[in-house]
Structure formats: structure tokens, C-alpha cells
């Protein structure tokens, strides 16, 4: 069923044609293709040939991704819907995987968390855009499951740290959610009582080794800190958290109905016991990302793009929500998980026909 789901993403993609009247692609993708192709010609990162370089597109990685593919003799135009597909898939595949180790025993409910996540029709519309939205998806759930590898032992603390380093390049935002999760590691051997924060200079210091030269390149080279996007929408104050805090409820209660409120279900249930603190880390995580949306005022596109990233972090309470109910009804969860799925289901063809209308 999982191949199933993800060849949909593959079968969109081969019907798009981002030249054609009825492109699905967003304005800032031909922004960052413009500045790509730029780049690729030799004349630097500028919006226009001969002008001073300008960091206008936020994702710097997707940019590079785009004059790498480019470079290649390839027209970005036409692949970067497999490209984003393909992140879109490797998403959903990280996600099956990051639930089937912190909820073993229960893969029937990994399974339904996943399809429901890969046919949420916030992810396909967004990897039809040829943004980067699939891709800090992929990004950001992989680092999230490579903190909780390095929780058990798996994976050493300096893995999580450069996977934050380079995700932080496709995003921004990521800066701050790596700055939670640091926090969360010292408050975690606080109460811990062993004192031993060797792991939080691991952690910092493997990240400050990526994410330190490229910074100040880039303060160099652009003459700025921070993409111009960064300064065009920020500066708000009052207005632009209100704008966000609106932006974020509006988004919400599409998300959360009804797939959403499974996710309420493993937050009413979450006891004590196996990867508890792994799970509220992601539970801290997800909040944070969306008080992180808020604060930078939302977005001027529909449908959460700055919002779907977090999807598979979401579904993965959702995951866990389902397996609570399981747990408990074990007579009845079968019934429960169908009439779920067959409701979560109606919701998404309806909000994709709505979804369609908005778009042509």
C-alpha cells in the first residue's frame, strides 16, 4: 500500500506541465530557477546579469540542488517535480520508519498513520508547487529520527548536529528548532542527575563546523546575514504575530479535521514508559515549529506551506494516537481505525476538488 501511495506522487508529477497556462509551479520557483540559472551561466548569484549578488530565495540548498541539476544539462524546469516527489517519498518512508522504532508492535497503526500522511492533500499539492517544501520535510523529520537514534544509543550526538547544520540552509526556520532541541537535551541531563553535557558540545560543536564557514560566506558574499525574504517579513511587530497566529488557526482546523485529532489522542494518553521522552520531544517539536509560524507572521500562499513540513512529525502522534486507542479497545479498534480512515479519506477528496478549483 505504501508503494501504492508513493507512485501517486511519481503519477502527478509525470501530468504536470509547469510551461503550459495551468502550471501548478509557485512564483518563487521560477525565482529560485531564475537565480540558478544565474548562477550556472557564471554570472553569480543576481537576479539580473551584472548586478550585485542577492540572496532571494530563502532555501540556499534547493538552490544549489536546482544549478547542480542544471549544470548537469538538464532542464531543472521539467525534473524538479520528480525531485520534489521523490522527497516526498523519502518523507513518508522516514516517517514509517522513525514510527516502527519508538511504536514497535503496533505496524498495523504505523501503516494507517503513514497512508494517511502520504495522502494528505497538503503534501501532494506542495509537491506539485517545485518549492522546497518536500524537501525540509524530508530534512526535518530525518534529523528529528536521528536525535532519537541518538537518544538510544544508535547514532552518535555529532550525526544529529551536522544533519541540523544542513537543514538549517534549507530553511531558516530550522536554526530554531535546533535550538530546542539542544534545549531539551540539557534539560534532559539536568534531570537526569549525571551531569555528563559532553554530548551538548558534540552536538553544538559538529553543527557550528558546517553551519559556521557557509554563514559567513554568505554574510560575505551577499553582503546581509539572512536572505532578503528574512527582512521583507519580518519587522511586524504586533501585526505580523497576529497576522501569523491567524494564519496558523486558519490552517489548523483544515489539518486537524479529522486526521489531526488522533494526534489529541496520544497527547490525552501519553503516560510514562517506553520513549516517553522521545515522544514528548516530538511532541515539543511540533508545537514549537508552529509557534515559529506564528511569529514570523504566516505566509501570503494558501494551504500551509509553512505548515506541511511538519506533517510527518504529525502523523507520527497520529501514529501513536491510533496505537493508544488500540491499546484500549481492543475489541472495537478496528471499527474505530476504519471509520477514521474512511472519514479522513472523504475529507481529503473533498479538500483536494476544493484544492483544484482554487488552482485553475
Known sequence: ???????????????????????????????????????????????????????GSTSFIYLLMIAAIEKLGVQPIW?????????????????????????????????????????????????????????????????????????TGAVPPYFVGLAFAVTSFIRPECLAIFGVTVAFELITIYLSGTKNYRPIFMLVGSFLIIYSPVFLWKWSYFGYPFPNTYYAKTGGGLIQISAGAAYLWTNLIETFIPS???????????????????????????????????????????????LTPIFPILFVL??????????????????????WIALDLFYRVVSRKTNCKKLC
Open 1 to 55: 500500500m505504501l508503494i501504492v501511495v508513493s507512485a501517486l506522487y511519481f503519477l502527478n508529477a509525470s501530468r504536470l506541465n509547469p510551461t503550459g497556462n495551468f502550471s501548478t509551479y509557485a512564483d518563487d520557483t521560477y525565482i529560485h530557477l531564475r537565480f540558478a540559472h544565474n548562477l550556472v551561466n557564471g554570472w553569480g548569484i543576481v537576479w539580473n546579469q551584472g548586478e550585485q549578488p542577492v540572496e
Open 79 to 151: 525534473t524538479l517535480a520528480y525531485t520534489c516527489a521523490i522527497f516526498a517519498v523519502l518523507a513518508i518512508a522516514t516517517t514509517f520508519v522513525l514510527l516502527q522504532t519508538i511504536n514497535q508492535d503496533h505496524l498495523l497503526e504505523n501503516l494507517t498513520a503513514v497512508i494517511m500522511l502520504g495522502l494528505s492533500a497538503r503534501l501532494m499539492i506542495w509537491a506539485n508547487t517545485g518549492l522546497e517544501v518536500t524537501l525540509y520535510a524530508f530534512a526535518l523529520v530525518l534529523c528529528v529520527f536521528l536525535y532519537i537514534l541518538y537518544r
Open 260 to 306: 489531526g485529532l488522533l494526534g489529541l489522542v496520544f497527547l490525552a494518553t501519553l503516560r510514562k514508559g517506553s520513549y516517553f521522552l522521545e515522544k514528548t520531544y516530538l511532541l515539543i517539536i511540533l508545537l514549537s515549529s508552529w509557534l515559529i509560524v506564528a511569529m514570523n507572521g504566516g505566509d501570503y500562499m494558501l494551504k500551509g506551506r509553512f
Open 318 to 339: 497520529v501514529g501513536l494516537g491510533i496505537s493508544q486507542l488500540a491499546d484500549r479497545i481492543s475489541r472495537l479498534y478496528r471499527m474505530i481505525l476504519i471509520f
